[in-house]
């Protein structure tokens, strides 16, 4: 277990002070305007950090550690979002996963889980994973990275997220074996745990002009214990059911729609989606194989560059098209069906974001979808248009 935390530190070492660099390094033109760009590398930068900081084993202490890398519906396990105006979000994804520990002693085995490395300056003694060592690994990491995002306004804020709720959640799984025998035990389950706190607040810190201790005081933690929202999981069925009954060569819901409330924003919903096209594009045609986003040209059958470059522009231009059509479903979606989402307040937000399954040119592989639940209100009461809700959907494409 020491190689394994000393093989993950050293890994950390080696490429946190290159990935700081880059976030400390100034952007031209950076008054000017917002770099998109940059905001999305420095999400794509804490997202690995996250990653490694809430990476974990299985607590047998008599069998081969396992490290889990993914949910169990395969999506990454760190999403971040940024939102004009409230800062960014950070969701660290605890959904099943499935841990097959060897042991040769069943008295060993435990359904608990622990962090991978330790950090600071402590000893290397396994740190188990539960509600208070979350909330201390999200402090940490807001005084020691969060500070170095760039763009952000003092009032804007840095938010992690532990946890997620799904319609379809499961708990994960520790299968050890002992003696030729098979024991299931399920994972400890945590609440969803959030920790946010202000870009002063972390500017602050950074300058010295407040210290560690008030540092934490300034960092706002919540635990949601097991509250069901049935107005969430009702609006997470209405996206499921719409993104699945689309037409060929659509985006259409890949896995299922996890949802999370959270008290100072709103509701949070997230899905992924990939494009599914009919059996004249999928599969070989003409002696060329269409699969996801590339094209491959069969010898024994193929067309000249001419034809195999129609082929390709066709199918592509087909992607752009239903991509374009996603975004206006989800925009559609959330006017029509948002309204019925009444655990938000008029002054909070609902959030959809859509992780494009594939790698397409010209296609981004996020999408976020913000609206002010009192833009809602104002629909119903008739102060606006159905066109001018729409218009109020805020989309960012990352």
Known sequence: MEIKQGQTMKRIQQILPALLILLLTPSLG???????????????IMENILGEMFKTYSGNTTSERVFISESFT????????YLPGYGIIFNVQTGSSFVISQSSDSEGSSNSFYYSYSTGESSNDDVKVDEESVKDRIIEFLKD??????????????????????????????????????????????????????????????????????????????????????????????????????????????????????????AIFNLDASYRTNNRLFGRVSGITVTGAYIRTDSRDAPDAKEAEEKEAEFLANVNEAYSQLKNNIKEYLVDYGRTVNSVKPDQYILTTVNVRGRYKDIPERIDFQLKKAVLDQLDKGSISREEALKQVVVTEY
């Open 30 to 44: 950076w008054a000017q305007s917002f770099d998109a760009n940059r905001m999305n590398r420095d999400i794509k």
């Open 74 to 81: 395969g999506s990454r396990n760190v999403r971040g979002t």
């Open 145 to 266: 990275y969060a500070s170095t995002i760039g763009q952000l306004k003092p009032t804007e804020n840095v938010m992690v997220i532990y946890g997620s709720n799904s319609r379809h959640s499961f708990p994960a799984l520790v299968y050890t074996s002992s003696n030729g025998k098979i024991d299931r035990k399920e994972r400890e389950k945590l609440p969803v745990i959030s920790g946010s706190v202000t870009k002063k607040d972390l500017d602050d810190y950074r300058s010295g002009k407040i210290n560690e201790s008030a540092f934490a005081g300034k960092v706002k933690t919540a635990s949601t214990k097991d509250k069901e929202y049935l107005d969430l999981k009702v609006m997470g069925n209405i996206f499921e059911t719409a993104l699945k009954e689309q037409d060929d060569e659509s985006f259409r819901l890949s896995g299922n729609v996890n949802y999370l409330m959270l008290d100072n924003f709103g």
